[in-house]
Nanobody, 119 residues
């Protein structure tokens, strides 16, 4: 298994920026894809962005493309989510998740970090 710990959430005004971090430990050699998801208040969890661990290919939800940037540092076993031009509708709990090699889906999740964007 892989253990994930997110950090970097907080309160920011609309138009501002935040950078989330997610540090992985455990079976990091088996990581295939790392991703960010979010759950707005009263809504379902949704995909935000993902990055392949070996090749650094990136994937984004359409509504985040251009404002959010996902990146990873293999030496630190850490994935980042740079969020710019934040909007009140970006308010959510943000979760980091990892999909291991040969696993069909994201199987390990962090505890989440709260992001609140004030208008």
């Amino acid at each position: 298994q892989v253990q994930l710990v997110e950090s970097g959430g907080g309160l920011v005004q609309a138009g501002g920026s935040l950078r989330l971090s997610c540090s992985a430990s455990g079976r990091t050699f088996s990581m295939y894809v790392m991703g960010w998801f979010r759950q707005p208040p009263g809504k379902e969890r949704e995909f935000v962005a993902a990055v392949s661990w070996s090749g650094s290919s990136t994937y984004y939800a359409d509504s985040m493309r251009g404002r959010f940037t996902i990146s990873r540092d293999k030496d630190k076993n850490t994935v980042y989510l740079q969020m710019n031009s934040l909007k009140p509708e970006d308010t959510a709990i943000y979760y980091c998740a990892v999909r291991l090699v040969n696993d069909p889906d994201f199987g390990s999740w962090g505890q989440g970090t709260q992001v609140t964007v004030s208008s």
